[in-house]
T-cell receptor, first 113, second 112 residues
Framework: GNSVTQMEGPVTLSEEAFLTINCTYTATGYPSLFWYVQYPGEGLQLLLKATKADDKGSNKGFEATYRKETTSFHLEKGSVQVSDSAVYFCAEGGGTSYGKLTFGQGTILTVHP | SAVISQKPSRDICQRGTSLTIQCQVDSQVTMMFWYRQQPGQSLTLIATANQGSEATYESGFVIDKFPISRPNLTFSTLTVSNMSPEDSSIYLC?????????FGPGTRLTVT
């Protein structure tokens, strides 16, 4: 079956540092790609998404570009804040239903002042 | 956007018992999904529930262990049957609404 692989965590950064969390997928064709975030004590929220090759999803200063040639969807942010501390999940979903998502293992991000 | 509530938010249960988790959505949706998030791990899809038909289970999950009901377009239940400590997880309800995917707050289950 399909799988999604995220970089090993946890990731610890100082405030205003640059963030990259790598994500690669194995699904063939053109799945939709997502980044979800889970803040401490809260539910899972969609952070950004891209539905076709070369699309760039962006939200709250985070960006990710759908790279079909490398089957990747790396998450980046130029300057992280303490409030970005959370668990980040990469996911892919194909076909007519986005609901059947395959998630990566999650990356814990901690940002220190 | 769809707003999802789940009950209970958490529970501690004894092995061998069953727990039914409720999921309520504030709008009518065709497809509802149940996921499991085991401690320190990612989310895994358990099953897809469409109103008016039997749930479709993913590999490794069976109806006898995780019976699902979907009586209408805004509600679903997942039962975790004959629980063991390995069932300790967060169970999340999810819906697809206008091509967006929304998740409930989750039910944190601990089996002792």
């Amino acid at each position: 079956g399909n799988s999604v692989t995220q970089m090993e965590g946890p990731v610890t950064l100082s405030e205003e540092a640059f963030l990259t969390i790598n994500c690669t997928y194995t699904a063939t064709g053109y799945p939709s790609l997502f980044w979800y975030v889970q803040y401490p004590g809260e539910g899972l929220q969609l952070l950004l998404k891209a539905t076709k090759a070369d699309d760039k999803g962006s939200n709250k200063g985070f960006e990710a570009t759908y790279r079909k040639e490398t089957t990747s969807f790396h998450l980046e942010k130029g300057s992280v804040q303490v409030s970005d501390s959370a668990v980040y999940f990469c996911a892919e979903g194909g076909g007519t239903s986005y609901g059947k998502l395959t998630f990566g293992q999650g990356t814990i991000l901690t940002v220190h002042p | 956007s769809a707003v999802i509530s789940q009950k209970p938010s958490r529970d501690i249960c004894q092995r061998g018992t069953s727990l039914t988790i409720q999921c309520q959505v504030d709008s009518q949706v065709t497809m509802m999904f149940w996921y499991r998030q085991q401690p320190g791990q990612s989310l895994t899809l358990i099953a897809t529930a469409n109103q008016g038909s039997e749930a479709t289970y993913e590999s490794g999950f069976v109806i006898d262990k995780f019976p699902i009901s979907r009586p209408n377009l805004t509600f679903s239940t997942l039962t975790v049957s004959n629980m063991s400590p390995e069932d300790s997880s967060i169970y999340l309800c999810s819906v697809e609404d206008n091509t967006e995917q929304y998740f409930g707050p989750g039910t944190r289950l601990t089996v002792t």
